[in-house]
């Protein structure tokens, strides 16, 4: 291919730096929103996603982890009796109150557990160890969460729910999606801080044996136990992710704001290799006079729109890497996985290309004879 597509999309700086300026926008952009979306996706159900339980035992009509209803713990021990169970442990997620030293309340989800057995524990710890739960009054809570909540460093005191709480440690990224941050804590005292009463729990977690088949235990906890619902641990987590992302809306907005950056995009690339093709239409007339096939012009357009597609995907996978890095230290995370970076070279060559095609039917009305008229 002569380098006829080069020149013509470096002949005008200016147009070039629009052109690009639009792509960069549109790959930010849905990078951004994709990645919030992710982001969201996975911060909706991280506490059941790391939680190690293959079940979740749960009362029925539980729609997703955050809206537990409490029942009898006695079915616990009905639980560990089911033929594959090797660990069932009982453990509370709650919505209460924190209670900032300057008297402002807070809402936060209290995460009750076990601190003996590796299930719901929590994780990426930055400070502390999960055995200082076993201290008086002792919470472990999200670094993020310190302005929010008033922590300034382990050792302090507050107050959930009337109850007094210690911070005696800290773990980094565990975001929730909702405002309220998860505060860790033993399972006797979170009965406390979301005033559940002593002889309840909001579910039990279970590990089955090495070679059995989960599809047969949770089969036979439905059988065993009454008044309760069992899901896998990947079909829960599902459960929640669609709730918090569709059901509420928060995910189709995410998307929809995507689609506009791709619209936004799409708009402006094809506005100016239009541009582009209509100064150069003189040049074009005078190829296909010349005999050159609509084939070739047409290569040349398309060839215009790659390059464009190529250094704008560039330039914009590089503002958004350090959008995704600044996003790591705030509430909502942006994830960047690489499959969705590569997925965006493709769209963002599809969204010029695509493009591309309106100065095409241009092309394809051109009458060669325009170049011998006045």
Same mark, same amino acid.
């Not at 002889?199 to 059988?223: E, H, M, N, W």
């Not at 704008?312 to 942006?334: N, P, R, W």
């Not at 695509?354 to 060669?368: F, W």
């Given at each position: 291919m002569p380098p006829l597509a080069r020149r013509n999309l470096f002949h005008d700086k200016i147009r070039l730096t629009v052109t690009l300026t639009g792509i960069v926008f549109a790959v930010v952009l849905i990078v951004v929103e994709l990645g919030l979306f992710v982001g969201f996706t996975q911060t909706t159900s991280n506490l059941i996603d790391h939680s190690g339980a293959d079940l979740w035992v749960t009362s029925r009509h539980v729609p997703y982890v955050e809206l537990g209803v409490p029942f009898s713990e006695r079915k616990l021990y009905q639980v560990r009796a089911v033929p594959g169970v090797a660990v069932a442990e009982k453990i509370i997620v709650r919505w209460t109150d924190w209670k900032r030293p300057d008297g402002r309340q807070e809402s936060v989800q209290i995460v009750g557990l076990n601190p003996d057995v590796d299930l719901a524990r929590p994780w990426n710890l930055v400070q502390g160890d999960v055995e200082d739960l076993k201290k008086p009054d002792a919470v472990i809570l999200d670094d993020i969460y310190k302005d929010k909540l008033g922590v300034s460093g382990a050792g302090e005191l507050f107050e959930i729910r009337g109850h007094r709480a210690r911070v005696v440690g800290f773990t980094h990224g565990i975001r929730s999606f909702t405002t309220s941050p998860y505060v860790f804590t033993t399972f006797k005292r979170a009965q406390d801080y979301a005033t559940i009463a002593g002889d309840q729990t909001v579910f039990i977690l279970v590990k089955t044996s090495p070679g059995a088949d989960v599809g047969q235990v949770r089969q036979g906890i439905l059988d065993h136990v009454k008044d309760v619902e069992v899901?896998?641990? =990947?079909?829960?987590?599902?459960?929640?992710?669609?709730?918090?992302?569709?059901?509420?809306? =928060?995910?189709?907005? $995410?998307?929809?704001?995507?689609? %506009?950056?791709?619209?936004?995009?799409?708009?402006? @690339?094809?506005?100016? /290799?239009?541009?582009?093709?209509?100064?150069?239409?003189?040049?074009?007339?005078?190829?296909?006079?010349?005999?050159?096939?609509?084939?070739? $012009?047409?290569?040349?357009? /398309?060839?215009?729109? =790659?390059?464009?597609?190529?250094?704008?995907? @560039?330039?914009?996978?590089?503002?958004?890497?350090?959008? $995704?890095?600044?996003?790591?230290?705030?509430?909502?995370?942006? %994830?960047?996985?690489?499959?969705?970076?590569?997925?965006?070279?493709?769209?963002?060559? =599809?969204?010029? /290309?695509?493009?591309? %095609?309106?100065?095409?039917?241009? /092309?394809?009305? %051109?009458?060669?004879?325009? $170049?011998?008229?006045?």
């Amino acid at each position: 291919m002569p380098p006829l597509a080069r020149r013509n999309l470096f002949h005008d700086k200016i147009r070039l730096t629009v052109t690009l300026t639009g792509i960069v926008f549109a790959v930010v952009l849905i990078v951004v929103e994709l990645g919030l979306f992710v982001g969201f996706t996975q911060t909706t159900s991280n506490l059941i996603d790391h939680s190690g339980a293959d079940l979740w035992v749960t009362s029925r009509h539980v729609p997703y982890v955050e809206l537990g209803v409490p029942f009898s713990e006695r079915k616990l021990y009905q639980v560990r009796a089911v033929p594959g169970v090797a660990v069932a442990e009982k453990i509370i997620v709650r919505w209460t109150d924190w209670k900032r030293p300057d008297g402002r309340q807070e809402s936060v989800q209290i995460v009750g557990l076990n601190p003996d057995v590796d299930l719901a524990r929590p994780w990426n710890l930055v400070q502390g160890d999960v055995e200082d739960l076993k201290k008086p009054d002792a919470v472990i809570l999200d670094d993020i969460y310190k302005d929010k909540l008033g922590v300034s460093g382990a050792g302090e005191l507050f107050e959930i729910r009337g109850h007094r709480a210690r911070v005696v440690g800290f773990t980094h990224g565990i975001r929730s999606f909702t405002t309220s941050p998860y505060v860790f804590t033993t399972f006797k005292r979170a009965q406390d801080y979301a005033t559940i009463a002593g002889d309840q729990t909001v579910f039990i977690l279970v590990k089955t044996s090495p070679g059995a088949d989960v599809g047969q235990v949770r089969q036979g906890i439905l059988d065993h136990v009454k008044d309760v619902e069992v899901f896998a641990g =990947a079909e829960f987590s599902r459960m929640t992710q669609f709730y918090w992302m569709f059901t509420t809306g =928060a995910g189709v907005a $995410v998307l929809l704001a995507a689609v %506009l950056g791709l619209v936004v995009g799409f708009v402006v @690339v094809a506005q100016t /290799i239009y541009a582009t093709t209509m100064d150069h239409l003189k040049e074009y007339g005078t190829l296909k006079a010349m005999g050159a096939a609509n084939s070739y $012009v047409y290569r040349v357009i /398309i060839k215009q729109a =790659a390059m464009s597609a190529v250094m704008g995907y @560039v330039l914009g996978m590089l503002v958004s890497a350090l959008v $995704v890095h600044a996003s790591q230290e705030g509430g909502a995370a942006i %994830l960047l996985p690489w499959p969705m970076a590569v997925g965006m070279f493709f769209l963002t060559m =599809a969204m010029c /290309i695509g493009a591309a %095609l309106v100065s095409i039917t241009k /092309i394809t009305q %051109l009458d060669p004879a325009m $170049v011998f008229k006045g």
